[in-house]
């Protein structure tokens, strides 16, 4: 089974910064899909970031940026320009690329991360 | 981009009581989708898998009795608390996928049993 760790239950950063919110995984599969996950307060859950491990490049969208490394099974997120609008819950999750059975497109989160942004 | 709807957001109902939750696909089919509960401050539990037209999938531990899932059709599933009581107060989220498309979340649906 697939587990997905996130080590830093808090974070904080001054808005302008930059922060990096960090994501490791357990998988012996080759192909799946990492994503990012933001969960403001009120608990809408917004897709961040998509990452599919076959492309070597890292995914990139605006502000934030990851850096996944495969053989090390590692997936931080990295937001720059912080903003106050930033303030969320932040989850890593993880997805098997595997078609068919009853588990297909079954996401795995990791336990969280909160971040907090100061003016 | 996609939406999923959930209703209601917010219920509040008497022990012993049985709770019914929407979860909609407004703009796509979706083929699967999932229930997720959280408690404040942690990470959503996958509580079931539901494909349209068969039987739910549950996660170890959740009593399929007690959480009942409809997937009738496929822009459609429910989940029905029955016999609720103070411990399944939580928050619970639904989500919807197509194929290979990703989740997409509905708003989630505070459940307080008094």
């Known amino acids: 089974a697939q587990t997905v760790t996130q080590s830093q239950p808090e974070m904080s950063v001054q808005e302008a910064e930059t922060v990096t919110l960090s994501c490791t995984y357990d998988t012996s599969e080759s192909d799946y899909y990492l994503f990012w996950y933001k969960q403001p307060p009120s608990r809408q859950m917004i897709l961040v970031i998509r990452q599919e491990a076959y492309k070597q490049q890292n995914a990139t969208e605006n502000r934030f940026s990851v850096n996944f490394q495969k053989a090390a099974k590692s997936f931080s997120l990295k937001i720059s320009d912080s903003q106050l609008g930033d303030a969320a819950m932040y989850f890593c999750a993880y997805r098997s690329a595997s078609a068919g059975g009853t588990s297909y497109g079954k996401l795995t989160f990791g336990q969280g991360t909160i971040l907090t942004v100061h003016p | 981009g996609a939406v999923v709807s959930q209703h209601p957001s917010w219920v509040i109902c008497k022990s012993g009581t049985s709770v019914k939750i929407e979860c909609r696909s407004l703009d796509f089919q979706a083929t699967t989708m999932f229930w997720y509960r959280q408690f404040p401050k942690q990470s959503l539990m996958l509580m079931a898998t539901?494909?349209?037209?068969?039987?739910?999938?549950?996660e170890q531990g959740v009593e399929k009795d007690k959480f009942l899932i409809n997937h009738a059709s496929l822009t459609l599933s429910t989940l029905t608390v029955t016999s609720a009581h103070p411990e399944d107060s939580s928050f619970y989220i639904c989500?919807?996928?197509?194929?290979?498309?990703?989740?997409?979340f509905g708003d989630g649906t505070r459940l307080s049993i008094l």
């Open positions: 989500s919807a996928s197509r194929g290979s498309q990703p989740q997409h």
């Open positions: 539901s494909n349209e037209g068969s039987k739910a999938t549950y």
